[in-house]
Every structure is written in structure tokens, then in C-alpha cells.
């Protein structure tokens, strides 16, 4: 994979950067490659975070993940490496990527992985 894919990812002041509001972005036609058997493989990729000074912008981050189309990237690594991406460029307070990986042989994987920034405590820890 390329080391270059979060150079397509584009970010916005925050509008509201003293609120803690978290938003939800769920991108439902994400695909990829087996690297095992060269199948593609669907996904819907969900996104949660918590803005601190900049929110993503979305039209970026569909061009960012139509970059995955063609790599062949086991579903664990792919949902990490999206957080990580996500995280070097917008630097939330917490961030969530939750990948649901359609059934292949019977099987379907989900692949959850999440960012809390040092010092912060995510609201839902404290319920």
C-alpha cells in the first residue's frame, strides 16, 4: 500500500471547537482486495470521532478510500491503517473506524479499532 494514500485526505476548522459532539460518517461501498486469493472484498466502513480543531472533509475522504480499490490488504490492517491515517491528519479527541466486511465462504468479519487522545476521557467512559 501507499505510504501516500492520507495525502488525499483534505480538513476543515472545526466549527464548534469547544463543544464535544461526535460525528458518525458511514461510508457503505468501501472495497479492496484478498491478498490471499485477489477477490475483491466489500465493506461498509463506519466512522466515529470527536472533532478537536478540524473535522475531515468528506468528498476527500471518498477519494481517500476509492484509493484502497485495487490493494490487496487484509481486513485487520485496512481498518488500522484508516485510523491511523485519519488520526495523523485531523487529530481528534477520540476516534472509532469500525469495518463490517461482507460475507465471503459464510463468513463475515467486523474489525473494530479506536483512538482516544492522551488526557482525554471519551464521554461514554464516563456513563
Given at each position: 500500500?501507499?505510504?501516500?494514500?492520507?495525502?488525499?485526505?483534505?480538513t476543515?476548522?472545526?466549527?464548534?471547537?469547544d463543544r464535544?459532539y461526535?460525528?458518525?460518517?458511514i461510508?457503505?461501498?468501501?472495497t479492496?482486495?484478498?491478498?490471499?486469493?485477489?477477490?475483491?472484498?466489500f465493506?461498509?466502513?463506519?466512522?466515529?470521532y470527536?472533532?478537536?480543531?478540524?473535522?475531515f472533509?468528506l468528498?476527500?475522504l471518498?477519494?481517500?478510500?476509492?484509493?484502497?480499490?485495487?490493494?490487496?490488504v487484509f481486513h485487520?490492517a485496512v481498518?488500522?491503517?484508516?485510523l491511523?491515517d485519519?488520526v495523523?491528519?485531523?487529530q481528534p479527541?477520540?476516534?472509532?473506524?469500525t469495518?463490517?466486511?461482507?460475507?465471503?465462504?459464510?463468513i463475515r468479519t467486523n474489525?473494530y479499532?479506536e483512538?482516544?487522545?492522551?488526557?482525554?476521557?471519551?464521554k461514554?467512559?464516563?456513563?
Open positions: 500500500m501507499s505510504d501516500d494514500f492520507k495525502t488525499i485526505l483534505e476543515f476548522p472545526n466549527p464548534f471547537p464535544h461526535e460525528v458518525e460518517t461510508c457503505p461501498e468501501f479492496a482486495v484478498c491478498p490471499k486469493t485477489g477477490q475483491p472484498d465493506a461498509t466502513i463506519v466512522i466515529q470527536t472533532p478537536d480543531k478540524v473535522n472533509e468528498k476527500s471518498k477519494m481517500y478510500l476509492q484509493a484502497f480499490r485495487n490493494q490487496g485487520e481498518t488500522n491503517r484508516i491511523e485519519l495523523a491528519v485531523t479527541r477520540w476516534m472509532k473506524i469495518g463490517q466486511f461482507s460475507a465471503r465462504g459464510g474489525v479499532v483512538y482516544v487522545q492522551p488526557g482525554y476521557v471519551h461514554r467512559d464516563n456513563q
